[in-house]
């Protein structure tokens, strides 16, 4: 099928304007990934990655990842947003963020230019010499 007015192209991308999730959504899911990374942390030392059990697909496609890494010293809470047409912006991360981390705020990692994916991310130090894992 041809694209214009007889009809879309095969293979042609759709827009999907992002869509809030209501807030007290937003908290319940955030709660349920965060007590499930608590509760299934990654032990360190490993390659540093993203635990892919813990995740939420939006109903307009954002993608939220949570996942708490323990070494001997620290703690690590990370999140990753993920949509498939764009980078999430700051306005649909906000909300997540505040219900996973609280506050303080997570550092934003670096990413790749033209990347889908948004990384932060919060190590909390133990005592020195008082082992956390």
Known sequence: MAGG????????????????????????IAARLREAAEAHPLRLPVNRRIDDRHRHRTRDGLLVQFTVQVSSHSLIHEALFERADGAPTDA?????????????????????????VRRFERFDQGPIGAPLA
């Open 5 to 28: 007015p007889a009809g879309p192209r095969q293979g042609a991308k759709r827009y999907h304007p992002p869509v809030a999730a209501p807030s007290n959504e937003v908290t319940t």
């Open 92 to 116: 649909e991360v906000g909300p997540w963020l505040e219900a996973l981390f609280g506050v303080p705020p997570p550092d934003e990692e670096p990413g790749l230019p033209g990347a889908h």
